[in-house]
């Protein structure tokens, strides 16, 4: 998206013009930015969050966003129910799901995404023991609660949060580039996941 471009001179103008009137704008001021506030998921009670199975990305919190990179983005990307999208590594598909992602300059990829479907607490069962079983990934012994029904996943590196929100099916992983620290890759996931389940919420 580009910002439309005005010359300096109209807009001095303008400013000149309300000023010597001494008019007000009836516009409204601008939506702020969300803010970050990091929260560790265990300090987060999730049981009482309800989502929405809708759009929800330029709900979270830019500051969340750096936290979960550990640096700047230099890319990033959204879809939505309908599109057609990467839905894995060398995986295009249509999606069944709103979602984005955030590269960081070193690689780093933090993800978030819904279900556009409802998912019934059967389904969520199902979905977790997937997600446990997908090669190459195991799940975490002693992670925080999700949600309900909610499965906490490692592959390699990356580590993943799935949990059902009412009947909303949300997700969120950050896969840092190089990173030894597991235990701090925990919290630091868990933290992302807080700021998704936020932006998400429908309260």
Known sequence: MFAVRRPAAALVGAVLALTLLGCTSDE???PEKPQATSTAL???ATDGVSVTRGEFCARVAPGAVTEALAGEVADSDTWANGDRTRLADGVRDVA???GCSWTATDG????A???APPVTPAGASALAKAASRVEGCQPVAGAPA???RSTAVRCGDEIAFHGLFGD???SCSVAPVGTADREGLLDRGGRWCVAVAQ???TD
Do not use: I, K, M, R
Request: proline share 8%; charged share 10%.
């Open 146 to 148: 999700y949600g309900a």
């Open 42 to 44: 265990s300090d987060f």
């Open 199 to 201: 932006a998400a919420s």
């Open 108 to 111: 780093t990829v933090a993800s």
């Open 96 to 98: 069944h799901e709103y």
């Open 28 to 30: 409204p001021d601008p």
């Open 113 to 115: 995404w819904v279900f």
């Open 168 to 170: 909303a099916w949300l």
